[in-house]
């Protein structure tokens, strides 16, 4: 069962459980193409999904009812792939040139690819359904998506959004996931305004200046930056300089044409720029960045955790002061069977000011916050063990 008891009218939505995986098995010979689906499971793993909605939750909802559907459908389509020691070049067994698994090993092709690609294809599939989910009943909206699977002794973290997934171990607290706002993407929001001018319509520059231009500046040699570069130079203003920046503001004001803070996640099909026609969805991506946590080879502790969490956490707490939480709530808690549970609740109150608990300059977040906190030890072994 995949639930995490969200009101249907909070933004943030969040889902988790046991995934399934069935054996695919090939039809007759004559037929490759024909595949069929045995009952028994094949493999099994565990997956936690969080969801931040704006817009309204619809979107936010929908990928959490949908989105694991879409991942174990897309892994059931890989499975033999997955359990073989290289995936082979072709699914069916057959083998067209003697050479493939030298083809496939120099390409450096492994598992974990596999799964990689499946995550990527599944965020596109639920993105498809929520996009013809939302239009058949005229809503609106969109959500961003971080999602962790375990699965044969590997974690995989899959983002696109901005929230935000760490490693949090006795002495090390690693990031597992980047955030992805305007200004992190711009080069490749830029570029694709540069491939398709049509996109801006004409009300929108694909250049990037430190501020927004006047009209005092036609004529003045000004910084600037445009897709292809990391540094800055200077160039003469043009009238056509003066539009609206295709990413206006800095750090958390940042704002794709305007509108969104965040340049992936689920949904936004239907959204526009104020008073045009203008849609956001091609600068949106729904493809998410995979990390790989291979927890065979860290030597896992017991409190060993990963931390999952919307933006409002991170809005408020630093990696690091989360990981002092982490550490001081867990060693005193050891027999405490809900303890993983408890420190996902201390951490929300961390961040509403309750608890006593420190957040950078004495922030409070007015956010709407889910976190996961997900005890590493038994999923190792690639067991069952929560």
């Known amino acids: 069962i995949i639930n995490a008891e969200k009101s249907e009218f909070n933004e943030d939505q969040a889902a988790c459980g046991k995934l399934c995986i069935r054996r695919c098995e090939f039809g007759p010979e004559e037929d490759p193409e024909w595949l069929t689906l045995c009952p028994e499971e094949f493999l099994t793993g565990h997956y936690w999904a969080l ?3 704006h817009g309204g939750p619809a979107a936010a909802i929908l990928a959490a009812n949908t989105l694991h559907s879409c991942l174990r459908r897309q892994l059931e389509a890989i499975g033999e792939g997955m359990v073989a020691t290289q995936p ?5 067994g057959r083998c067209v040139c003697p050479s493939d698994p030298q083809f ?9 690819d596999l799964v990689i690609g499946a995550l990527e294809s599944a965020f596109q599939e639920c993105d498809e359904v929520i996009g013809r989910e939302l239009e058949a009943a005229g809503q609106v909206g969109g959500c961003t998506a971080l999602v962790a699977v375990s699965l044969k002794g590997k974690l995989y973290v899959a983002n696109a959004g901005d929230s935000r997934a760490i490693l949090v171990r006795r002495d090390e607290v690693r990031p597992l996931s980047s955030e992805f706002t305007p200004e992190s993407e711009r080069q490749r929001i830029q570029q694709l305004a540069f491939v398709y001018p049509e996109l801006l319509a004409d009300e929108f520059t694909r250049l990037e200046f430190p501020r927004r231009l006047k009209g005092d500046d036609l004529g003045q040699k000004v910084l600037f930056r445009d897709h292809y570069m990391s540094g800055w130079s200077y ?8 539009k609206y920046p295709l990413i206006h503001g800095q750090g958390r004001q940042a704002r794709l044409l305007g509108t969104l803070a965040v340049s992936r996640g689920l949904g936004d099909h239907q959204l526009r720029v104020l008073d045009t026609n203008i849609q956001l969805k091609p600068f949106l991506l729904s493809v998410p960045q995979v990390t790989v946590l291979d927890l065979d080879q860290l030597e896992l502790q017991e409190e060993d955790v990963v931390v999952m969490a919307t933006d409002g956490l991170w809005d408020v707490l630093s990696n690091e002061q989360v990981a002092r939480l982490v550490r001081s709530f867990l060693p005193g808690n050891r027999e405490d069977p809900h303890r993983f549970s408890e420190l996902a609740q201390m951490l929300i109150h961390s961040t509403q000011g309750k608890d006593g608990n420190p957040t950078e300059e004495g922030q409070v977040s007015y ?3 889910s976190v996961f906190v997900i005890p590493l030890y038994n999923q190792s072994q690639g067991s069952s063990g929560h």
């Open 235 to 242: 160039k003469c203003v043009e009238k056509s300089d003066l």
């Open 367 to 369: 956010d709407d916050v």
């Open 104 to 112: 496939v090993e120099e390409k450096g092709i492994r598992t974990e």
């Open 51 to 53: 969801f931040d909605g």
């Open 88 to 92: 082979p070049m072709h699914l069916s």
